[in-house]
């Protein structure tokens, strides 16, 4: 009999509930700002030496609250500096959330923002059909690679459009992370489709050192309380297991002997530790910065 179990992605308004559910359950962002604050700066520290205008390019910039850390980071390098900064996003929803944030904030009157409702495979493939390849002084691809049909011809592809002081941050799940084991073991069961592939840092240095690129990893400690998996019925915790295992309803549609499997997974000291009577995921992230 054919699986009922479907990807969570053919309902793009369970998954943006749930993806918004693990930001609120997780320290991803606190982790990733920390990053911002205490190695972003030296990161882009010559990135826009000699400009009159920095250009930045955003890979799936969400809801822009990573965003506008990012061009907080480059004013305070560059005052006064004019900053172009395109966003490409494919969810409407997402970008509508970003613009409202960019009204709200202050300090912004140098950044032009211009959005473009795609994915960066799209990008891609208008730029190629427009025959463009504009330079950009700073790319980053914050938890975008799981999206893209080819990961190393995208990681080449949006390398080769870095000026000569410029960088690309890719930010990404840990090898060190519960998702690696999660995944790795069964990544088989689940309803993936060509919408969303399972990639970690732990594959990236065999796919930079293949493409000669220069590169420095940063590991991002970060937990998700999952807390709520365990009790039967929570809605919140039926989102988050759809989250982890980009399954549409996975309390309801995985066979019983996968989820008691999962579950159990789930429990193990290598993937959650239980703290304050919580189970905390460990959800790291790793940052990748790659020379031109």
Known sequence: MASPMRSLLTNPDRYLRSFRLFLEKSTEHQSMREFMERQLPDVIASIGNGKSTINVLSIGGGAGEMDLLI????????????????????????????????????????????????????????????????????IHMIQVLYYVKDIPATV?????????????????????????????????????????SYVSSGDFPKILDSAGL??????????????????????????????????????????????????EELRKPGCSENRDGKVLFNNNLCAIVIEP
């Open 71 to 138: 061009l907080s980071k480059v004013q305070a390098r560059y005052p006064g500096v004019a900053i172009n900064n395109e966003v490409i996003e494919p969810s409407a929803d997402q970008i509508s959330k970003y613009k409202e944030r960019v009204a709200q904030t202050s300090n912004l009157g140098k950044v032009k923002f211009t959005w473009h409702e795609e994915t960066a495979d799209e990008y891609e493939s208008r730029m190629n059909a427009e025959k463009k390849s504009k330079k950009w002084d700073f």
């Open 156 to 196: 080449r592809y949006f390398h080769s459009l870095l000026e000569s002081q410029a960088k690309l941050l890719i930010i990404l799940v840990s090898g060190k992370s519960c998702w690696e084991t999660l995944w790795n073991k069964y990544r088989s069961s689940f309803p993936l489709n060509d919408l969303c």
């Open 214 to 263: 220069k590169y420095q990893l940063y590991e991002l400690p970060s937990h998700l309380d999952i807390t709520s998996c365990f009790i039967e019925g929570d809605k919140d915790g039926e989102l988050l297991l759809d989250f982890l295992t980009e399954t549409l309803e996975f309390s309801k549609t995985a066979p019983p002997e996968l989820k008691r499997q999962l579950m």
